[in-house]
């Protein structure tokens, strides 16, 4: 029995069933999709834990020559390769384990380089890149999205990791593995994934069970008279028909589940996307905090991220939905300029972010830092940086300034906007 038909059966009743979104009333100011299944952008929106470092990344610092002095970076400024008008750092043993990525995707891809995050702390950086605002009382930008267009989704906003304080206006939901929801999704089969065989020995039975079991709850609900009681049958009712929800996933999946943890919760968010019951996912990796040993702790994780964000865009293809997801990269700030004494880097609040999708113009470069990875203001209108804040005119950008274009772009309305408001002024960030 889906939705649908639990719906009907309760009008059949003389009852109504109280979605939640219709219990709060900024998210019930959200507009609905239309239907029964979300088919607009997708956001993907990936954390790397801990700091990550732009100047090996998309920012990039090499040294001028081999034996420079305190060097930003291991390799040679001249061996910085370039997609398009995108930059990038030569990792890997010969230079090229960003290529997949970024020679791939760069005619879609906008990196975002000298945003100033304006703090050193991991929770208050974290906070800020995901909601713009790094103070709490905002919830991340995935769930102002996910409460504007599918508030009253099962699971809106998938969270793995990252940023989930939604403050209320959806919730985060976490699905687990690919394992876990196939469990989730038939829990009457010893085999989830193969035969429709059960423990009851027919294939019937499950279904009129779940059947007998709604009937039940409304026949109880019927006669309570006491509000407290009756909504949480309604939730009861409601939790039920989330295993109807979980084997539209769980159909949606892929035979060939993947063996890494970053790509699984991928494949499962867009899975929950193509059933049409999830607006967007926050997923994350950590082990970024790298104060010693940065080169072989650091960079060995930055090209798993940078791959984790290349699959995804693969599975899009795959699934014949790639122009309509997004994907945004970002991490809590990025890493000081040179090594510490354990050749480590340390906290350092100018930090990157790459995204790209529907509505985000590609090969392009907005902002930028000096040579020691220093601040630069930007012009508000080009974009482009003008000099350090000692000697130049221009824009600090922000994560607010980022913040305010995305929910733009998303679509976020005036109401969430108003409730959450962000610092300074609108910047043509995707036009």
Same mark, same amino acid.
């Given at each position: 029995?889906?939705?649908?038909d639990?719906?009907?059966?309760?009008?059949?009743?003389?009852?109504?069933?109280v979605?939640?979104?219709?219990?709060?009333?900024?998210?019930?100011?959200?507009?609905?999709i239309?239907?029964?299944?979300?088919?607009?952008?997708?956001?993907?929106?990936?954390?790397?834990?801990?700091?990550?470092?732009?100047?090996?990344?998309?920012?990039?610092?090499?040294?001028?020559?081999?034996?420079?002095?305190?060097?930003?970076?291991r390799?040679?400024?001249?061996?910085?390769?370039?997609?398009?008008?995108?930059?990038?750092?030569?990792?890997?043993?010969?230079?090229?384990?960003?290529d997949?990525?970024?020679?791939?995707?760069?005619e879609?891809?906008?990196?975002?380089?000298?945003?100033?995050?304006?703090?050193?702390?991991?929770d208050?950086?974290?906070?800020?890149?995901?909601?713009?605002?790094?103070?709490?009382?905002?919830?991340?930008?995935?769930?102002?999205?996910?409460?504007?267009?599918?508030p009253?989704?099962?699971?809106?906003?998938?969270?793995?990791?990252?940023?989930?304080?939604?403050?209320? +206006?959806?919730?985060?939901?976490?699905l687990?593995?690919?394992?876990?929801l196939h469990?989730?999704?038939?829990?009457?089969?010893?085999?989830?994934t193969?035969?429709?065989?059960?423990?009851f020995?027919?294939?019937? +039975?499950?279904?009129?069970?779940?059947?007998?079991?709604?009937?039940?709850?409304?026949?109880?609900?019927?006669?309570?008279?006491?509000?407290?009681?009756?909504d949480?049958?309604?939730?009861l009712?409601?939790?039920?028909l989330?295993?109807?929800d979980?084997?539209?996933?769980?159909?949606s999946?892929?035979?060939?589940?993947?063996?890494?943890?970053?790509?699984?919760?991928?494949?499962?968010?867009?899975?929950?996307?193509?059933?049409g019951?999830?607006?967007?996912?926050?997923?994350?990796?950590?082990?970024?905090?790298?104060?010693?040993?940065?080169?072989?702790?650091?960079?060995?994780?930055?090209?798993d991220?940078?791959?984790?964000a290349?699959?995804?865009?693969?599975?899009?293809?795959?699934?014949?939905?790639?122009?309509?997801?997004?994907?945004?990269?970002?991490?809590?700030?990025?890493?000081?300029?040179?090594?510490?004494?354990?050749?480590?880097?340390?906290?350092?609040?100018?930090?990157?972010?790459?995204?790209?999708g529907?509505?985000?113009?590609?090969?392009?470069?907005i902002?930028?830092?000096d040579?020691?990875?220093?601040?630069?203001l930007?012009?508000?209108?080009?974009?482009?940086?003008?000099?350090?804040?000692?000697?130049a005119?221009?824009?600090?950008?922000?994560?607010?300034?980022?913040?305010?274009?995305?929910?733009n772009?998303?679509?976020?309305?005036?109401?969430f906007?108003?409730?959450?408001?962000?610092?300074?002024?609108?910047?043509?960030i995707?036009?």
């Open positions: 029995m889906d939705r649908r639990f719906m009907r059966m309760a009008s059949w009743a003389g009852l109504t069933c979605l939640p979104a219709a219990m709060d009333p900024l998210r019930a100011s959200a507009q609905p239309s239907g029964s299944a979300y088919t607009g952008t997708y956001w993907i929106f990936m954390h790397a834990g801990g700091g990550w470092d732009p100047t090996h990344l998309c920012d990039p610092k090499g040294r001028a020559t081999e034996n420079e002095n305190n060097p930003m970076g390799f040679l400024k001249s061996d910085i390769r370039t997609a398009g008008n995108i930059e990038y750092a030569p990792l890997g043993d010969d230079g090229t384990a960003l997949a990525f970024f020679q791939t995707h760069y879609r891809l906008l990196v975002i380089n000298g945003m100033d995050t304006t703090t050193n702390g991991h208050q950086g974290t906070r800020g890149t995901w909601s713009g605002r790094t103070a709490e009382g905002h919830p991340p930008i995935g769930a102002l999205i996910a409460a504007t267009h599918g009253n989704l099962p699971m809106p906003l998938i969270g793995y990791g990252g940023y989930l304080d939604t403050q209320g +206006v959806t919730n985060a939901v976490p687990g593995d690919g394992g876990l469990n989730l999704a038939h829990p009457s089969r010893p085999d989830p193969g035969s429709e065989e059960n423990y020995g027919h294939p019937d +039975v499950p279904g009129i069970v779940q059947r007998e079991q709604q009937l039940r709850l409304l026949r109880m609900q019927g006669k309570q008279r006491l509000p407290r009681i009756w949480g049958q309604n939730e009712m409601l939790a039920r989330g295993q109807d979980l084997k539209r996933v769980s159909e999946l892929p035979d060939d589940f993947s063996d890494n943890q970053l790509e699984r919760q991928i494949q499962v968010a867009l899975a929950a996307y193509q059933a019951l999830s607006v967007s996912v926050s997923v994350s990796r950590g082990g970024f905090d790298t104060h010693g040993n940065h080169d072989g702790n650091h960079l060995p994780r930055l090209i991220f940078v791959n984790g290349n699959f995804a865009m693969q599975e899009a293809e795959r699934m014949g939905i790639a122009d309509k997801v997004a994907v945004v990269m970002g991490s809590d700030f990025g890493r000081t300029p040179g090594y510490n004494n354990g050749n480590g880097k340390d906290h350092w609040p100018i930090s990157s972010m790459m995204m790209m529907p509505g985000i113009p590609g090969n392009r470069v902002g930028g830092t040579d020691r990875h220093g601040l630069q930007i012009d508000p209108v080009t974009l482009l940086p003008t000099g350090s804040p000692d000697t005119e221009g824009t600090r950008l922000s994560i607010a300034h980022v913040h305010r274009a995305l929910r772009l998303s679509g976020v309305p005036n109401d906007k108003a409730a959450f408001p962000l610092a300074g002024e609108d910047l043509p995707f036009s």
